[in-house]
């Protein structure tokens, strides 16, 4: 047999099956995942996993369990055979149930034909839908500084240009910080209220601005609101998380299911807005995900009507213990809503973000470098999701590092 000599790697090697070429999969790496680094917060969960007992405050997902009602929901649409595939833009009452959502929260239109919604595999599936849809080579996202670890590789993934719109030392990303980076190929504005990595929520005057900002330049707004029902009482207004979605129809909302009732990996999320929009974002998923998990799909429909409010509040008291024991040190934008905090390294202590969270590590604590999230390294994230005894215990060891 003669082993192929084909340029684009295929090699025998000193392998244990020596008539079995080896293939070389390097050279047939495209230069889009070449680009994109997700080392940063690699390095942190391999230090991680070297730690006996950590106190873990780098989790991105909340620490209780998904309420009964969900899981009976989804058990009930495996053991009644509805396994199969769903209609490309998921079931219809799911999508009955999203349109209620918006029609109750904004006052978007329920029967309008030029409004649409689709069910995607997680926030993140809707997230890259839009994005396949709305950018070319070339084009132009404005995305938050911190931001979503996510949102970097949106450029990669589209050949788009991502354009970090800074948002330190407050991180509110208003419309006056937005304008100087819009340009002739600009098609979106990415917002993101509450905010991983710093949980601050805008206030509603503050997005209506954003929300004229963009209809002004012809630009679509895409809002990722997987954190709209983990606000806490004082950022409130309204009675709801204050949303784009009540200044009109003309944007992009991002919803997810994950973070809110805990199911994180059952991957559901939604995408509402322009029918047009939705109607590509659906062509494509019809070639890539299918459809959403067809059990989660059940499953998630019964959280219409449950209130998480107990769960949330109990976060916001984990968000004042933060506050309290973090705010004399040093400087801590006040999270409105999700589960972290974004702390400030005391400038005095001289140490970059990474620095700070490899002492943190070294002192059994788990924090991600602002760098992950950031072009700057001047902050780390600190997650509550984590039990009020390790985040107490965690707090005291933080502080003590942050003090010097
Ligand atoms: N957007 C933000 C701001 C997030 O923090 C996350 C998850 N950490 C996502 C989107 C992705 O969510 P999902 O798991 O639903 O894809």
Redesign the pocket.
Known sequence: MTLPSDPRGLVATDSPHPRRPTLVVDPLISDRARAIDSSGIRRVFDLAATLENPINLSI??PNFPVPEAIKRAAIEAIEHDRNGYTPTQGIAPLNAAIRQRLHDRAGWRIDDPSIATTV????????VLAVMVLLDPGDEIVVPDP?????PSLGPLTGSRVVTCSTYPDFRMTAERIEPLLGPRTKAVLL?SP???CGVVLREAEIRDVVELCRDRGVLLIS?E??DEFVFDDALEHGVCPTPSRFGEDMLV?G????TYAC?GW???FAAGPAALIAEMNKLQQYTYVCAPTPAQYGVLASFGLSMRPQVEAFGRRRDLVLEALQPITTVARPGG?FYAFVEVPPHLGLSGTEFCEQAIANRVLVIPGRVFSHRDTHFRLSFAAAESDLREGLEILSRLLRG
Do not use: C, E, H
């Open positions: 991105g997902q995607t595999s997680g926030t993140s599936g809707g997230l931001y979503f670890v996510m949102y993101n905010s991983n990595p990722d997987i954190y991002l997810g299911f994950g973070k994180t991957r559901m999320g999700a």
